[in-house]
């Protein structure tokens, strides 16, 4: 299966004419277009693309989003708003924690790839990430949590990442980093897998897997590629 991280379109211009020839317009590539809307969110320079009642009606009858987003709940992390994209734009899945290991989120993940013809998945993380914190700092025996919430703690610290991560000796703020970056590679590992598999019953499926951590305070997201070892 083939995971493009990172790469750019480049134009070549010819310059096999004497007389000069305007370049073509080279579309942008998916990841590099939620680059840009990021950059105009970050800096305060946000266009509101298709958030106009005519939006409403051109997808009413359907929709064609470019990328699907699996990200966590956290009302600060809403995707249409820090990518600057509009109603239609963005395939989003979010639950505390963005765990991309639930049937829900993997079959929503699978319709938009194989129906809806998404070639582009971000799994999306974000510092000080309630869920991540609680993980990295264990369970208060004095206020435990509801069962749920345990639940749902207790799958990040089991996840090998994460293991790793608690057991590198950092502590504080460094701690819960560790931890957020580990619960995404722990996903993007999950999901290439997941991918692979689903390629195989399809061959003509085309992904592009992309990580990325959305930081708080400038409203900047890192786009990171997966830890995996390379064949």
């Not at 942008?28 to 005519?54: C, Y």
């Not at 399809?202 to 990325?212: A, I, Q, S, T």
């Not at 708080?216 to 997966?226: A, D, K, Y």
């Amino acid at each position: 299966m083939r995971f493009l991280l990172f790469t750019l379109p480049v134009l070549f211009l010819s310059a096999c004419s004497i007389l000069p020839k305007k370049p073509a317009t080279v579309p942008l590539s998916n990841l590099e277009r939620l680059r840009q809307g990021n950059k105009r969110f970050a800096d305060h320079k946000m266009r509101h693309p298709g958030q106009t009642v005519d939006r409403v009606r051109q997808t009413a009858h359907g929709q064609n989003p470019f990328a699907v987003v699996i990200t966590c709940a956290d009302s600060r992390l809403s995707p249409e708003i820090i990518f600057d994209e509009g109603i239609g734009d963005l395939f989003v899945i979010r639950n505390a924690g963005n765990i991309v290991e639930e049937e829900d989120v993997l079959a929503s993940i699978e319709y938009a790839l194989l129906h809806l013809k998404v070639k582009t998945v971000l799994l999306l993380g974000h510092e000080h990430c309630g869920a991540i914190e609680a993980a990295a700092n264990g369970s208060d025996p004095q206020h435990p949590e509801p069962a749920h919430i345990s639940h749902l703690v207790e799958r990040i610290r089991e996840e090998p990442e994460t293991q790793a991560a608690l057991r590198s000796g950092a502590t504080g703020e460094q701690l819960v980093h560790k931890c957020v970056v580990s619960n995404i590679t722990h996903g993007m590992r999950v999901l290439e897998h997941h991918l692979a598999s689903l390629q195989q019953q399809h061959p003509e499926l085309y992904v592009e897997l992309y990580g990325g951590i959305y930081h708080l305070h400038s409203g900047q997201v890192r786009f990171i590629e997966s830890l995996l070892p390379k064949a």
